[in-house]
């Protein structure tokens, strides 16, 4: 394959060459040529670049055809995809759901999103968002058009399997003979509204968790771990 230039056949004589982009071929012994695209309307720089590809040049990234796009954005991608691959990997989508939909895409977005920058779930709506994201991951899901509501309403789902979830992590990494570590720590809660919050004891033996003279309520978060390689 090669580029010719040859000048149109008009009858205007002051018409400026025509640029032809041409296949050699060959039909029993004879050699023909035929036209792939008209390059006419090019700028010359870039027939000039074209050229150079043809002959097997090889164009650096400061000079030619390059130089002729101008990049709007581009967004972070290699962690995302990293932990994407390693929750398919480890089958943790599948224990979730069993069915592919659009729910189980927020809560594993979810989890993607805690892992690179943990955020609310307003900010995380935010970040699969098109327009204030910082990273590939609500486009990879399509979840650009998620709001923090259907992030709630997707841990109010997982919640109704969290019995299911921990019995298939438990089937899968507890055998007989596995080590498991435990953990229990508190930390004291601010607001009303979480249920979970009473008043009582941390961990010391001490009495609730005070800020400012006021009692606060305290919550109690146990970490329940198996040995490496496969840690839950």
Request: hydrophobic letters at 35%; a positive charge; aromatic letters at 4%.
């Amino acid at each position: 394959m090669h580029n010719k230039n040859r000048r149109t056949k008009v009858p205007n004589r002051n018409s400026p060459p025509a640029v032809l982009l041409r296949e050699s071929y060959r039909e029993g012994d004879q050699v023909k040529k035929r036209t792939l695209a008209n390059l006419s309307k090019l700028p010359d720089d870039i027939i000039d670049n074209l050229k150079l590809a043809l002959k097997g040049a090889t164009l650096s990234m400061n000079e030619g055809i390059p130089n002729h796009f101008e990049v709007i954005r581009s967004l972070p991608h290699g962690h995302v995809m990293a932990i994407l691959e390693t929750i398919k990997k480890l089958g943790l989508d599948k224990i979730i759901s069993e069915k592919s939909s659009r729910i189980r895409n927020v809560v594993v977005a979810m989890i993607v999103a805690r892992i690179i920058n943990p955020k609310s779930k307003l900010a995380t709506a935010r970040g699969f968002n098109s327009e204030t994201c910082s990273q590939s991951l609500g486009q990879l899901l399509d979840l650009e058009k998620a709001d923090e509501d259907e992030l709630y309403n997707a841990l109010d789902w997982l919640l109704e399997k969290q019995e299911k979830i921990e019995k298939h992590l438990a089937i899968k990494h507890l055998e007989s003979g596995t080590l498991v570590l435990y953990d229990v720590t508190s930390t004291y809660l601010e607001g009303n509204g979480c249920e979970l919050g009473k008043y009582g004891y941390n961990q010391g033996n001490r009495a609730s968790f005070c800020i400012d003279g006021n009692r606060q309520k305290s919550l109690t978060v146990n970490l329940v771990t198996t040995n490496w390689p496969e840690l839950i």
